[in-house]
């Protein structure tokens, strides 16, 4: 209920604010970014091994390079600009965990952060007459792979399973832009997305186990904006 009253107000003074600019004013613009990503996994699993109860909790941390696209609008107001603009990116984080038994890999499990897109609002407030501080909000939706390959120590057979799973959730965020030229500016953000839990069932060599994931992802990036 909190996030939709928060993206309808979110739409809502953004319609308002643009309509103070006229539509000769507004900028189009489009650019690709660069930098971090570093994601925060809450893994939690319910269920039987080998005949006995199992509960597992635990956070897992990954990072690694990102990367994305944006295109957008701006429309001025006399302290800076209002902003709509979607979002693409991928990242390269990834959790690899293996575990081994008198030689033998026993557990080999990786979750990793993939395809995202999304929709954000900015409103920024001049710093001089190039420069812009904003602030950020909107959705995100994102792609996480969950793969596992489990040996049985006692047979020896070995059970692989994978999931993936798009979770969404709000994307805030601060950066800062300045102009490089009179169509070209260089912007430097840092977002954070809170993703919503997903649950679904992992297949073992020792039983099956109900699993909720839910990440946090930090991302800071560098980019190049062109305006047209």
Known sequence: MFKKTAIAASLIAGSFFAHQATAADTVFYTGLNAGWNA???????VGSMSGNPYTSQETLSASGPAYGGVLGMKFPISTGFIGIEANISDSGAEFER???????TILDQVISSDLGYGLTGILAFNVNAHSQIYGLAGYKVTTFEYKVATRNTGSGNVTSDSNDDSLGGIKVGIGYETALTSSMSARFEWATTMYDSEEFDVETSNGTVNTALEATESRVTVGIIGHF
Not at 98 to 104: A, I, K, P, Q
């Open 98 to 104: 293996e575990e081994t038994l008198n030689g033998s």
């Open 39 to 45: 994601t925060e996994f809450e893994l939690e699993q």
